[in-house]
Nanobody, 115 residues
């Protein structure tokens, strides 16, 4: 059973930083591509950052240069360092993995950026 548990969200002022963490179980973590996604009120969920098993990263344009995804294969964790946060980054943030053709999501962690 794949389980993903996020933590680290909170309320921060514009320009501030947060570091999200996600613990994964039920998969051979080091073999998988991991993702961070987010869903803002009234909007569809979107993927914002990806890290492959080899450490290659990719970001959606709106977060490039501000967010950094990383992973710790020893502890089966994936992180999202978010800097220079903007009010439009306010959303519930989720980590995600695709296993056996199915996408799994965690329960999410709320990030609120005040102006």
């Amino acid at each position: 059973q794949v389980q993903l548990v996020e933590s680290g969200g909170g309320l921060v002022q514009a320009g501030g930083s947060l570091r999200l963490s996600c613990g994964a179980s039920g998969i051979n973590f080091k073999l998988y591509t991991l993702h961070w996604g987010r869903q803002a009120p009234g909007k569809e969920r979107e993927l914002v950052a990806t890290i492959t098993s080899s450490g290659t990263t990719n970001y959606t344009d709106s977060v490039k240069g501000r967010f950094t995804i990383s992973r710790d294969n020893v502890w089966s964790r994936v992180f999202l360092q978010m800097n220079s946060l903007k009010p439009e980054d306010t959303a519930v943030y989720y980590c995600s993995v695709v296993s056996h053709g199915r996408r799994f999501w965690g329960q999410g962690t709320q990030v609120t950026v005040s102006s």
